[in-house]
Structures are given as structure tokens and as C-alpha cells.
């Protein structure tokens, strides 16, 4: 069982979404958007770090996973959206949280099966996945949609680790029983 916490950073709105997994199963926690407004940004920033580590002192996740940078046509709004993006990672590895990234293409083909989804698309499917009763925000539903990809990521490795330890496994107990295993054949 792992809780994640799933951050869509924003200079003005973080998106945050914590779930909870077990297996194939996924249970909604919370979600919502952390807003700064038109403050100055070094008080932005602030606000975005101090909300992060409130969230994961009470939902102590397991994992953390955020949306990678992509890069915007003015770079001034870059600049800003990076800056978002550090300090909630720093507030994620002051918890002593490994950090995961995806990009924004490789969440939304997680979670509605193709990178060049719209983000109704992805508010629909986060809805339909975790049995909400209505849509989240959108920034709320992008935080959602970076836990569920990370959680779809860390299942697909977990069953490929496994299959590949059964596979060595197999291979050897057949070799035990007298039989060769070679280039994954017995001969």
C-alpha cells in the first residue's frame, strides 16, 4: 500500500491530488489547489513550500511525483513555473521524499490513453478512474492525473521486476530438475 502525492506546480495555482494504492486498487485522499495570488513572488513561493509540507506532514505519502518542465513560449512565465516546480520539490526531499517526474505527455497517455489529450479529457477520466462524484478543478485533476501515471508507472515496473525474477526462477529450478535452459529454451 503507498500513498502519492501527485503536484501540478503553477506560479499563481498548484495543483495538489493524494491517492492511496494497493494493488490494483486506487482510493481518492484529497485534492484541491493552492492559490497565491498576485503577491510577490518570493512570498508566492513561500506559500507553495509551507501548503506542500503542511500536506505531507498529515497525508505522510510515500511517494511524490510532480510534472516535468516543458518549455513555454515566454520565458518569463517559465522562469516562474520553474521556480514553483523547485520549492515544491525541495519540500518534498526536506520530507526525505524520492522525487519522480513525468512529462506531460506520458501522464496523460496513463491516464486517457493519449499524449495529446485536452485537459477536459483528462478531468473526465480522473473522475471516472477514482469514482468521483463530480470533476475536480482543473489544476486539482492534473495533480491527480501526475499520482495516477505514477502509480501506473511504479505498477508496470513492479510487474516487469517480478515476471523477470520469475522467469530467473523457473530457468533455474529447471536446471535443478537436470534439464538446460539456454537463450530462455530448455534443451
Not at 503553477?10 to 485522499?29: A, D, F, H, K, Q
Not at 498576485?38 to 497525508?59: G, H, K
Amino acid at each position: 500500500m503507498a500513498i502519492i502525492l501527485g503536484v501540478d506546480p503553477g506560479s499563481r495555482i498548484t495543483g495538489y491530488g493524494v491517492i492511496r494504492t494497493s494493488g490494483r486498487t486506487t482510493e481518492y485522499l484529497d485534492s484541491g489547489c493552492i492559490r497565491v495570488g498576485e503577491r510577490p513572488m518570493a512570498e508566492r513561493l513561500q506559500v507553495i513550500f509551507q501548503s506542500l509540507a503542511t500536506l505531507i506532514a498529515e497525508y505522510r505519502p510515500d511517494e511524490f511525483a510532480i510534472e516535468q518542465v516543458f518549455m513555454a513560449r515566454n520565458p518569463d512565465s517559465a522562469l516562474k513555473l520553474g521556480q514553483a516546480r523547485g520549492v515544491a520539490i525541495v519540500s518534498a526531499a526536506n520530507s526525505g521524499l524520492a522525487v519522480h517526474e513525468y512529462s506531460a505527455r506520458q501522464v496523460k497517455q496513463a491516464v486517457v490513453g493519449k499524449g495529446g489529450a485536452d485537459k477536459s479529457q483528462v478531468q473526465h477520466m480522473v473522475q471516472a478512474i477514482l469514482k468521483l462524484a463530480r470533476k475536480p478543478q482543473e489544476d486539482a485533476a492534473d495533480a491527480l492525473a501526475i499520482a495516477l501515471c505514477h502509480a501506473h508507472m511504479s505498477q508496470s515496473v513492479a510487474r516487469l521486476s517480478g515476471a523477470g525474477r520469475a522467469s530467473a526462477s523457473s530457468a533455474t529450478s529447471q536446471a535443478a530438475a537436470g534439464r538446460r535452459v539456454r537463450g530462455g529454451r530448455m534443451r
